[in-house]
């Protein structure tokens, strides 16, 4: 079966990034027979994007396409302008582990700050967007900088992931970043939030990352497995 720590970040709603990165397997060992597949997979052709309304940040768009039976559609959609060509997603979500010689746990960041969008608070997992020339590793440790004020080294990097694929094409990677609590840049960690960032930083203990979250919800907080700027 899952251990501890998968069955801690199913229930923090991150299961399948997280258990995926970190050394415990997402599928327990046990004999699994094949899913059953449609034997016609879904082919779509012909699509084609019409720009309705832009910011700096958004586009909404209409896209236009024709389905395996031949039928024409359209769905709206909203995609980020801010996408760069080497990093092939758009933003990145850091799972920073915290680790010291002085004790065995291990302990997990998360940052508390005002959504406009839900009118409320939410826990998170650091994130942000990708600069221009930058990989998904070194947004992952400049995000984790900025917003924690912790220095990291990279574990692993997840694949593409869809955030909301029914209303975005946003796409994000899971970057495991471990932290040594016991290097000088670590001791006193300093946040260096951008011009209107607001964010309180919580160091949580893995094991008791479920009940901490339960305790948020409780107080009107909405726990997310992970946000972006």
């Known amino acids: 079966m899952w251990s501890r720590r998968c069955r801690v970040l199913a229930a923090s709603g991150s299961l399948l990034g997280t258990c995926l990165l970190t050394e415990t397997p997402l599928i327990p060992k046990l004999p699994v027979k094949p899913l059953l ?18 910011t700096q940040w958004l586009k909404l768009q209409t896209l236009t396409y024709r389905d395996q039976t031949g039928h024409e559609r359209k769905w709206d959609l909203v995609t980020r302008t801010t996408r760069t060509d080497r990093a092939g997603v758009d933003a990145v979500i850091i ?6 010689s002085k004790k065995s746990e291990v302990d997990v960041l998360l940052v508390q700050q005002f ?23 070194q947004a992952a440790v400049r995000e984790l900088k900025e917003e924690t004020g912790y220095t990291g080294r990279v574990l692993r990097t997840s694949g593409p992931l869809t955030m909301s694929p029914g209303l975005s094409d946003e796409t994000v990677k899971l970057v495991v970043v471990e932290v040594d609590l016991d290097i000088p840049e670590n001791r006193q960690p300093k946040p260096q939030p951008e011009e209107g960032e607001f964010i309180q930083v919580m160091r949580v203990p893995l094991k008791s990352l479920s009940q901490e979250l339960t305790k948020l919800q409780k107080r009107g907080v909405m726990p997310i497995s992970g946000g972006v700027k």
């Open 37 to 54: 597949l449609e034997t016609k997979a879904p082919h779509v052709e012909q699509a084609r994007t019409q720009d309705i309304a832009a």
């Open 95 to 100: 799972l920073p582990l915290l680790r010291s």
């Open 115 to 137: 959504r406009p969008p839900v009118a409320g608070y939410t826990v998170e997992l650091p994130a942000g967007l990708i600069d221009a020339g930058e990989s998904s590793d």
